[in-house]
């Protein structure tokens, strides 16, 4: 595994926070972590357990808190943090992932604090997924992982554990492992979450319950996807004290004060998709964004069945936020072409409906959507069990009015016995106003599902609260993240002899199993600056002429530090640069070989971007805003380029080489609804063309003699060669 100093690390755009010394006490340890602590007096399935003391889960409380403390500044992801404590009770490092892609949290942590990590206690919020974190735990010394939560997808939860435990590593985990007697519940290394909560209770029972419930809460949208197979979807309004949203003009503006509005930006930011219908389009011409420097604006989701919006729109200018339009097939089809023309997406649906859109939400990767519409629309999504949880601001104001509308249409109840009940309630007082949030029966929150899954944790069961949904249809093919998919239906008729071809495995989100497939996964890439020669293009155009096999040290250059130069590359890598991942090299080709300051400027700040998320971003504005920019021949060299960023990907680590090798013979797609070319799109037909050339790869590496990485990979990838 190679070493990154903090320095590079910070350059990458790594949030890495190494120990200060405490106000409190810069020299005292913290009681109960490194002695009183270690009292093994739980065994399960042979594994002995220590009991956890108050100081580990305030520990664990402030990890938590560390995990979403970047919340809304990049699109929703996993919420990862790790805190490194010394064996006498020091903070030694913690780092968080603040975007999908970066390098895993436990590795930032592990390398900032270098070899003071030995015999060490890691605290993670979440189980690790990322093969080269885990094996950075195992390499490093450290003598017990503290985690708050299991991984909620299937295909990642226990495998951590296991592996760490099989290392020798001690496991412990918020809710399975035996809380210990009472330790000291303050100390230099407990920030303050952990020092608010220690202050709440007299025994170790607060503790440990805030530290359990801010690691769920941390991932609740994780959680809601890997049981419900949807996004946690947020239903948000504003009333007065009578319950209107409006006046009975339509009057709306405003409602509630700036402090529940900035709260409200808040939350946008940390949301995939807003979801608006025709109507508040109509009504408030909105423009659905963060409204903050530096914050994630979510993709803006209008619901029209008859495409009844209007011509201009500021959901219309997609500059500086992206616009889907979802409509029933065949509604208006001028319109939608003139949409299209200025960059807004239209996704037809067969049939339109809240459920079916949360459901494309679901394939389409979003872990969180804020629902922001009226009550025509609001109902019928919690009808449908498509709405989790009400974050409901409430005004002291009264505006009264027969016909003024309120924040839900009819549900079809008649007693008041029929009445939704919110679970896990709280109220908090914003500005003037009061806010109220709370879960629905269609989820129960986050501990109630998990709770629900645990009895068949990976066979895809869920509990009540799930039942209470409308059934969804069953698709084709699911996502490969680990949800097992619907049973297909028994055959009608006898199946030819022969081996049935083995089932296409699907990929799309870096933090979904077989994420190492997207581009978007943390694998530094190292080649060259300069745009693919005439002479390149034709041969990475022509895989079977120029084969993996003739010489691998081709596609792999040491990855070290630094920009231009990497010391120790191959000759013919002498002005290679470290690309933090493939998604980095991919959009800074699209502006290579262009000549003028502009274009060097792009290119630099491409390859500059802290994650690929934030790289995608500035390319892809850059293409449409100054198309000029964008290199004259992107249209046929593209696919050249991602086959040659590939074949440098999995040269050059072993773990991303090994998951590749391990699919087999099964056909890859990328299960990206809204991309035709390199996805295989909503309905299947696409070109699916990065499915295609990982293929290709996948051949390329069992020629080259490379199926030895599905028995263990080596350290160096030169030994390889």
């Known amino acids: 595994?190679?070493?990154?100093?903090?320095?590079?690390?910070?350059?990458?755009?790594?949030?890495?926070?190494?120990?200060?010394?405490?106000?409190?006490?810069?020299?005292?340890?913290?009681?109960?972590?490194?002695?009183?602590?270690?009292?093994?007096?739980?065994?399960?399935?042979?594994?002995?357990?220590?009991?956890?003391?108050?100081?580990?889960?305030?520990?664990?409380?402030?990890?938590?808190?560390?995990?979403?403390?970047?919340?809304?500044?990049?699109?929703?992801?996993?919420?990862?943090?790790?805190?490194?404590?010394?064996?006498?009770?020091?903070?030694?490092?913690?780092?968080?992932?603040?975007?999908?892609?970066?390098?895993?949290?436990?590795?930032?942590?592990?390398?900032?604090?270098?070899?003071?990590?030995?015999?060490?206690?890691?605290?993670?919020?979440?189980?690790?997924?990322?093969?080269?974190?885990?094996?950075?735990?195992?390499?490093?010394?450290?003598?017990?992982?503290?985690?708050?939560?299991?991984?909620?997808?299937?295909?990642?939860?226990?495998?951590?554990?296991?592996?760490?435990?099989?290392?020798?590593?001690?496991?412990?985990?918020?809710?399975?492992?035996?809380?210990?007697?009472?330790?000291?519940?303050?100390?230099?290394?407990?920030?303050?979450?952990?020092?608010?909560?220690?202050?709440?209770?007299?025994?170790?029972?607060?503790?440990?319950?805030?530290?359990?419930?801010?690691?769920?809460?941390?991932?609740?949208?994780?959680?809601?996807?890997?049981?419900?197979?949807?996004?946690?979807?947020?239903?948000?309004?504003?009333?007065?004290?009578?319950?209107?949203?409006?006046?009975?003009?339509?009057?709306?503006?405003?409602?509630?004060?700036?402090?529940?509005?900035?709260?409200?930006?808040?939350?946008?930011?940390?949301?995939?998709?807003?979801?608006?219908?025709?109507?508040?389009?109509?009504?408030?011409?909105?423009?659905?964004?963060?409204?903050?420097?530096?914050?994630?604006?979510?993709?803006?989701?209008?619901?029209?069945?008859?495409?009844?919006?209007?011509?201009?729109?500021?959901?219309?200018?997609?500059?500086?936020?992206?616009?889907?339009?979802?409509?029933?097939?065949?509604?208006?089809?001028?319109?939608?072409q003139r949409l299209r023309e200025r960059g807004v997406e239209i996704v037809e649906f067969d049939f339109l409906s809240p459920l079916a859109l949360a459901q494309y939400a679901y394939h389409r990767g979003f872990l969180r959507c804020l629902w922001e519409c009226g009550g025509t629309l609001a109902a019928p999504a919690i009808q449908a069990g498509v709405i989790h949880k009400v974050m409901a601001f409430v005004a002291p104001k009264l505006i009264g009015g027969v016909l003024a509308p309120t924040p839900l249409g009819e549900l079809g109840f008649v007693e008041m016995t029929q009445a939704l009940q919110l679970a896990e309630v709280e109220w908090r007082p914003v500005g003037p106003d009061v806010v109220c949030q709370g879960y629905l029966p269609s989820s129960g929150g986050p501990a109630a599902l998990l709770a629900a899954q645990l009895p068949g944790r990976g066979q895809g069961q869920t509990g009540p609260a799930q039942q209470q949904q409308v059934q969804q249809g069953p698709r084709p093919t699911e996502p490969d993240d680990g949800v097992p998919a619907a049973p297909a239906p028994a055959p009608t008729m006898q199946a030819p002899a022969g081996p049935a071809p083995p089932a296409p495995r699907l990929f799309y989100k870096c933090w979904d199993a077989l994420g190492c497939l997207s581009n978007f996964s943390p694998h530094p890439v190292c080649l060259p600056a300069a745009p693919l020669t005439s002479a390149d293009l034709l041969r990475h155009a022509a895989p079977a002429r120029a084969p993996m096999t003739a010489s691998l040290d081709e596609w792999v250059c040491p990855l070290g530090e630094g920009e231009e130069g990497v010391a120790g590359a191959a000759p013919h890598a002498s002005s290679a640069r470290l690309w933090p991942t493939s998604e980095h090299y991919y959009q800074a080709q699209k502006f290579a070989g262009v000549a003028g300051e502009a274009a060097a400027a792009l290119r630099a700040a491409i390859a500059a971007a802290p994650s690929p998320e934030a790289a995608a971003a500035l390319a892809r504005a850059a293409q449409r805003a100054r198309p000029r920019l964008v290199r004259p021949d992107w249209h046929r060299a593209k696919v050249a380029v991602m086959l040659h960023v590939l074949r440098a990907k999995f040269a050059s680590h072993p773990d991303a080489a090994a998951a590749l090798l391990g699919t087999g013979d099964a056909p890859l797609q990328e299960d990206a609804p809204h991309d035709y070319f390199w996805g295989r799109g909503l309905t299947g037909t696409g070109n699916n063309m990065l499915g295609r050339l990982l293929v290709q790869v996948r051949s390329e590496l069992r020629a080259a003699g490379r199926e030895g990485l599905l028995n263990g990979s080596p350290q160096n990838v030169y030994e390889l060669l």
């Open 1 to 336: 595994m190679t070493q990154m100093s903090s320095s590079a690390l910070h350059a990458s755009g790594i949030c890495v926070l190494a120990h200060r010394p405490s106000r409190l006490d810069p020299g005292a340890p913290i009681r109960g972590l490194a002695g009183s602590r270690c009292r093994p007096n739980a065994r399960r399935a042979g594994v002995l357990f220590a009991a956890l003391s108050d100081t580990d889960f305030l520990h664990a409380l402030d990890t938590a808190h560390l995990a979403v403390s970047q919340r809304g500044t990049s699109q929703p992801h996993p919420n990862a943090a790790c805190r490194l404590v010394s064996p006498d009770g020091r903070l030694l490092s913690q780092a968080v992932l603040p975007a999908q892609g970066m390098l895993p949290p436990e590795t930032a942590a592990l390398a900032a604090a270098g070899s003071a990590a030995r015999g060490a206690t890691a605290f993670l919020n979440l189980e690790p997924w990322e093969e080269s974190g885990i094996a950075a735990l195992r390499a490093s010394g450290i003598s017990r992982v503290v985690l708050g939560l299991r991984h909620p997808l299937p295909a990642f939860s226990g495998v951590a554990v296991a592996a760490l435990r099989g290392a020798g590593v001690e496991v412990d985990i918020l809710g399975e492992t035996q809380v210990g007697p009472g330790a000291a519940t303050n100390g230099p290394g407990a920030g303050p979450h952990a020092q608010a909560a220690a202050a709440a209770g007299d025994g170790p029972e607060a503790p440990a319950a805030a530290a359990l419930r801010a690691s769920l809460h941390a991932n609740e949208d994780l959680v809601h996807r890997a049981a419900l197979r949807l996004p946690l979807s947020l239903l948000k309004y504003a009333m007065t004290l009578d319950g209107k949203i409006a006046a009975s003009s339509g009057h709306a503006a405003w409602i509630s004060s700036a402090a529940s509005r900035r709260l409200v930006m808040e939350e946008r930011a940390a949301c995939d998709a807003v979801v608006v219908g025709g109507c508040t389009v109509r009504r408030d011409n909105p423009r659905l964004t963060s409204r903050t420097e530096g914050k994630h604006n979510p993709v803006r989701i209008v619901m029209s069945r008859t495409m009844d919006l209007p011509e201009e729109a500021h959901l219309w200018d997609v500059r500086e936020a992206h616009t889907i339009v979802a409509v029933q097939r065949g509604a208006r089809r001028a319109f939608q």
